[in-house]
């Protein structure tokens, strides 16, 4: 599936929760497996630089006889609005804050006559989208899986944010050089002494983990728009599902369906012990909460690589829907 199939709902009118008007917002998609109505649905949020084009990028978990069985579920993904997958980009992304693409997900959702999602999961700023999700909406999805994420933008992450934005700001190659100041955080010390252990390229006269890191830099460069760079990581900044005065605790214990986090032992940039102290404090006031943790050398990206753990880890969830049928 490609581009070809890509689907547009235009949002007439929206207003940010900061006060400023969109007029005919794109809000693009895809759907996979099933069609809408005939099967239980599974809603992909994507993570930082990735698409609605789920099968591309985490085809080790949805797709035929995979985790999320597309001869099983319908698969529905959204691209966040200004991500640059369907051409649409924002000039005044700063006006909007991860609660706002939450409601836009929302409005989607209606539109296509969606009540009920068995269930939202995502990686990265995806997993945060859900957390959002499903706090706007509390009786909306079964099954709540945010991965290798947080409910709330924390210290550490916002100063990161802060470089990326610095380097997206004044760098003469900007999306090149924040995705290798990123991947130095989404990758570990041992993740990166097990893939390179100091080795030298003697042809090209180069480390092969600065090779390594070029190759990806410029790799995203050559997809990823600058103005798509900047929305997301500003989103980033913004993760908060209080509101109104109310406490995590008091929103999170609201959400109906199953809360699973998935945290990554060894996460530079969310860290696991933040989702512990989540789970936690969640846990005493809402029984159908669990924490799982994938045992990674690689990072934050372990969401991406180690699949046979998350396989493992969600698996019940999803052959528990099979087996009612």
């Not at 599974?42 to 080790?60: F, I, M, P, Q, R």
């Not at 693409?101 to 995806?126: E, P, Q, R, V, Y």
């Not at 990206?301 to 396989?311: P, R, T, V």
């Amino acid at each position: 599936m490609s581009k070809k199939d890509l689907h547009t709902i235009t949002i007439p009118s929206y207003t940010t929760i900061s006060g400023n008007k969109f007029d005919n917002l794109p809000l693009s998609y895809q759907v996979f497996g099933q069609t809408i109505g005939t099967s239980p649905i599974v809603l992909v949020n994507h993570a930082l630089t990735g698409n609605s084009n789920v099968l591309d990028w985490w085809k080790e978990v949805v797709g035929e006889n995979r985790l999320i069985d597309i001869n099983r579920f319908t698969i529905l993904a959204f691209n966040i609005p200004g991500n640059g997958y369907d051409g649409f980009l924002l000039n005044d992304f700063t006006s909007f804050v991860l609660k706002d693409i939450a409601k836009l997900f929302k409005i989607g959702l209606d539109k296509l006559g969606i009540t009920k999602l068995f269930a939202c999961i995502g990686g990265s700023i995806g997993g945060a989208l859900a957390w959002e999700l499903g706090a706007l909406s509390p009786n909306l999805i079964e099954n709540l899986i945010p991965i290798a994420t947080d409910w709330k933008t924390t210290d550490w992450l916002k100063a990161n944010l802060t470089v990326q934005e610095l380097i997206l700001n004044n760098s003469t190659n900007p999306v090149h050089d924040a995705r290798i100041h990123a991947m130095n955080l989404y990758r570990t010390p041992a993740s990166y002494k097990t893939k390179f252990n100091r080795t030298y390229n003697e042809e090209t006269e180069i480390a092969n983990v600065d090779s390594w890191l070029f190759h990806h830099g410029n790799k995203l460069s050559e997809r990823f728009e600058l103005k798509a760079y900047k929305l997301v990581n500003y989103l980033l900044g913004t993760v908060d599902i209080t509101r109104n005065g109310e406490t995590f605790l008091e929103i999170a214990s609201r959400i109906k369906g199953n809360i699973i986090i998935v945290g990554i032992d060894t996460d530079l940039f969310f860290l696991a012990n933040e989702n512990r102290e989540t789970y936690e404090e969640l846990s005493t006031r809402k029984p159908n909460v669990q924490y799982h943790e994938i045992q990674s050398i690689h990072g934050h990206d372990a969401f991406l690589i180690e699949y046979s753990q998350l396989n493992s880890i969600l698996k019940n969830i999803f052959t528990k829907e099979l087996q009612k049928k």
